[in-house]
């Protein structure tokens, strides 16, 4: 909060309305943006695949690349779209996202064929990166800037995680059921009405431009020298390794897990009833964290989670055959699930400050965004080729190099 008396001046970011009474609604409004955004601009996509299949002729892993193609597309924009946040701020860059992502799914429910579902989905990975996490978080962290308002802006990143956790658990069965009701197309129609009618206005209304967003040249100038410095040395490289590392090892299991406990003897009921956990866990995890960062580094709060992440992995094809043992590492690592996307920008902004958040969040997110797309390939050619033990000792090795990353950031 604030340290600033009842009568101080308005804030000078705009509207005379002091910041934290609009800072928290622009929290509340990034929370419903975020989970709609995650729902339809991602989750949903795994319930449309079979009927798109069916529809389109297609293989289902044709239909999947689609969403392989959106997040590339999304990690090779994060670079841009980060300058663009530090320099213009994010209303009009997250509007814009917001109005290209509706139009988009509205497209998806038209196409006839795989090449104009990729060309719709390489439109969809433009919009993620501009509306998804990475942008929300730099509109906060530069709304909450400044070591008076650390507290206000941890518990801003937490509200926002903590609400967007459960876009799985509303949208997955939301879509089926509108699948089922309508069928398909008409299921991405709604959807895509939904996300427009409720992040355009958000975007647009709520969320402000920083005063000092159009002082380009000193800024521009602040901002390029914070990134290269921040890029030529050892600590930033460290974040890209720890982030990417378990980035990857947490795509991997949220793709393979429902597969991987079937193979090992479970219904598919109770694998789909543990992998749907991960989304609550993902919320108690962040719970957890931002609970810790008042008794402990952020970076060694997240190297501990990431290291029983490993362990998690390790124990599921050892004691994963059993019920309890299968519920036993799924819990463990499911805790890790959500810790990544508040831990980052907490250790970012702890070195580098706020001048330069989403440039450099970018930068880190083309690594990441690009290993979660491409990790889960990898696992499956590697599941067919050597078994998933071995899937399961890439995941763990994955963790443990997150850990020690963050460990060895630390000590820097």
């Known amino acids: 909060m604030s340290s600033a008396s009842p009568t101080a001046a308005p804030d000078a970011r705009g509207g005379g309305q002091p910041r934290s009474g609009h800072g928290r609604r622009i929290v509340a409004a990034l929370a419903v943006t975020q989970t709609i955004g995650y729902g339809v601009l991602y989750y949903a996509f795994s319930v449309f695949l079979a009927p798109m299949a069916r529809d389109l002729h297609a293989t289902n892993a044709q239909i999947a690349a689609a969403l392989t193609l959106s997040i590339l597309i999304a990690a090779l924009c994060a670079p841009l779209v980060g300058r663009r946040l530090d320099a ?60 008076s308002h650390a507290r206000s802006r941890a518990n801003a990143l937490l509200a926002v995680t903590v609400v967007a956790g459960f876009a799985s658990a ?6 089926g059921l509108l699948v089922e009701w309508y069928g398909w197309r008409h299921a991405v129609v709604v959807l895509a009405l939904i996300y427009g009618l409720a992040a355009i206005p958000l975007h647009a209304l709520v969320l402000r431009r920083r005063s000092h967003a159009r002082q380009a040249p000193a800024r521009a100038r602040e901002r390029a020298e914070i990134v290269r410095a921040a890029t030529r040395r050892r600590p930033f490289w460290l974040l890209v390794i720890a982030f990417t590392a378990n980035g990857g090892a947490v795509a991997v299991m949220a793709v393979l897990l429902i597969t991987y406990l079937v193979h090992l003897g479970h219904s598919p009921v109770l694998a789909a009833t543990l992998a749907g956990l991960l989304g609550v866990l993902s919320v108690t995890g962040r719970l957890i964290a931002t609970g810790l960062q008042t008794r402990m580094p952020a970076a060694l709060i997240a190297a501990t989670i990431f290291a029983f992440q490993g362990v998690a992995a390790v124990l599921l094809p050892l004691v994963g055959r059993t019920v309890p ?15 990544a996307s508040i831990t980052l920008p907490h250790l970012l902004v702890g070195r580098y400050g706020t001048a330069a958040y989403a440039s450099l969040a970018g930068r880190i997110a083309a690594f990441a965004v690009a290993d979660k797309a491409l990790a889960p390939l990898g ?33 820097v």
Do not use: K, N
């Not at 501009?130 to 530069?142: D, H, K, W």
């Open 325 to 339: 043992g299968a519920i036993g590492a799924v819990l463990l690592f499911g805790l890790g699930f959500g810790i």
């Open 88 to 147: 213009r701020g994010g209303r009009g860059l997250m509007t814009a996202g917001s109005l290209l992502g509706a139009v988009a799914v509205l497209a998806w429910s038209r196409v006839e064929s795989v090449p104009q579902l990729y060309a719709v989905f390489a439109a969809i990975g433009v919009a993620c990166a501009m509306v998804l996490y990475e942008a929300a978080f730099a509109v906060i962290v530069s709304w909450f800037d400044g070591p």
């Open 170 to 175: 509303i949208f997955l069965p939301l879509t």
């Open 379 to 411: 696992a499956v050619v590697l599941a067919q080729a050597a078994g998933y033990v071995w899937v399961m000792g890439a995941v763990a090795t994955a963790c443990v190099i997150a850990a020690l990353a963050l460990v060895a950031y630390h000590r």
